[in-house]
């Protein structure tokens, strides 16, 4: 009889659950699954309520106030969604019981996302009830992992431990607000201790012993990640030239679009060219530094998405200072935080720091140089330097046999 027969009671409990054990760091073939694929585009909602509100503050003259909500919902987002992602580097057995708990923090992430306009009005209610459900979801994953994998037990059970008491200081920061014992600059103080008490979890969980997780899975990830953050600016470019096409069509919006494309075309082609896989599969004790320094790259994205959104809508108009800086802020942070989240592990990279450092200086210095001519010049400006930094990369020497693609070929 067939092993997966139906007939077969021992066969069908089999393929319905699997043991969850460590899976091996040099597990060939390894890459993002379906499931985590499908989990992602609950972030894309996500990150598109965030990006969304952050643009509207902009236009609308409030950018220091949407500033704090923005970066605090967008840690929730990043936390939770990189916590899931090596987790199930280490552990993904994509039986039912994973599959549910899967399903279940897409639901956490889905009501997150309605709670973002409401978060950046100071009510964190439904943002801390969707980051509840993502975290039960996660503990309850990490307690199946310490019951089925006798080697990772303790650290597994200190992932759940951790996990769950930052959560329940999450839900008594949240009860505190309620009753106003804390307020204003008290709930930022707090919200900042959490974040470190969140970033030691990991540290302290795999101190015993760490969790087996597959280099060039991860890269590849994270990688993903950054292809849907550069698609929510797409997706604002798109929104602001919707909204201001009832006006007509005119050249400057066409020239901020085009601009706004290649330069995130430019940023993306940066990204790919750091050989992260390489780079984490020789120093896998860099990896915190590596991973804890996305918040930064995958932040500086997203409020990307916002500025672009603000210089289309700006299109046409001399205020090329503001609205210029509403896309080089976030540009240049991009290009520091490049260098800076990838040097621990890739401390030869290609694309060197001087490439990076000084296109960040260029990106600054647009806006003051296009001031006058408009957005669609200072975006074309932005995009140009980003454009310079590929070519000069690209056309560096290289002992590699295919450049660029210390990535991950499977």
Same mark, same amino acid.
């Given at each position: 009889m067939d092993a997966?027969?139906?007939?077969?009671?021992?066969?069908?409990?089999?393929?319905?659950?699997?043991?969850?054990?460590? #899976? =091996? $760091?040099?597990?060939?073939?390894?890459?993002?699954?379906?499931l985590e694929l499908l989990f992602d585009l609950t972030f894309v909602v996500a990150v598109a309520a965030v990006v969304a509100q952050l643009g509207h503050g902009v236009v609308d003259g409030h950018a220091v106030d949407s500033v704090g909500p923005f970066l605090?919902?967008?840690?929730?987002i990043w936390w939770a969604w990189m916590n899931f992602t090596w987790f199930a580097s280490s552990y993904d057995t994509d039986d039912v019981p994973y599959r549910l708990l899967a399903l279940l923090q897409m639901g956490g992430v889905l009501v997150l996302a309605a709670g973002v306009?409401?978060?950046?009005?100071?009510?964190? #209610? =439904? $943002?801390?009830?969707?980051?509840?459900?993502?975290?039960v979801g996660l503990v309850v994953l990490w307690l199946r992992a310490a019951r089925e994998d006798p080697q990772g037990r303790r650290t597994a059970r200190r992932y759940a431990a951790g996990v769950s008491a930052t959560e329940v200081a999450w839900l008594l920061r949240l009860l505190l607000a309620e009753l106003g014992v804390l307020s204003g600059s008290a709930l930022v103080v707090v919200f900042a201790a959490l974040v470190v008490a969140e970033l030691a979890v990991p540290v302290w969980a795999e101190r015993s012993r760490g969790t087996s997780w597959h280099p060039h899975h991860i890269a590849e990830r994270y990688a993903l990640f950054t292809?849907?953050?550069?698609?929510?600016?797409?997706?604002?470019v798109s929104t602001g030239i919707a909204d201001v096409l009832a006006s007509g069509l005119r050249w400057s919006l066409v020239v901020v679009a085009g601009s706004g494309l290649v330069l995130l075309f430019a940023l993306w082609w940066l990204y790919e060219l750091e050989?992260?896989?390489?780079?984490?599969?020789?120093?896998?004790?860099?990896?915190?530094?590596?991973?804890?320094g996305h918040y930064g790259v995958f932040a500086a994205l997203a409020a990307l998405g916002a500025g672009l959104e603000v210089a289309v809508r700006r299109a046409g108009t001399p205020d090329g200072l503001g609205a210029g800086y509403a896309v080089a802020v976030p540009a240049a942070v991009f290009l520091v935080l490049l260098w800076v989240s990838h040097s621990p592990v890739v401390p030869r990279s290609r694309v060197r720091p001087s490439t990076l450092l000084g296109a960040a200086v260029l990106v600054l210095l647009?806006?003051?140089?296009?001031?006058?001519a408009g957005p669609g010049v200072v975006v074309g400006l932005i995009a140009t330097v980003a454009v310079a930094a590929v070519a000069v990369t690209v056309a560096r020497p290289t002992g590699r046999s295919a450049p660029g693609r210390g990535r991950a070929r499977y």
């Open positions: 997966m027969s139906p007939t077969d009671p021992t066969s069908l409990v089999d393929s319905v659950r699997i043991r969850m054990t460590g #899976r =091996a $760091v040099d597990e060939a073939h390894r890459q993002a699954t379906q605090q919902v967008f840690f929730a306009p409401a978060a950046f009005a100071g009510d964190y #209610r =439904a $943002v801390t009830l969707g980051y509840l459900v993502m975290r292809i849907i953050l550069l698609g929510e600016s797409v997706l604002a050989p992260s896989a390489d780079g984490l599969s020789t120093r896998r004790g860099r990896s915190f530094l590596w991973g804890y647009a806006p003051v140089a296009g001031a006058g």
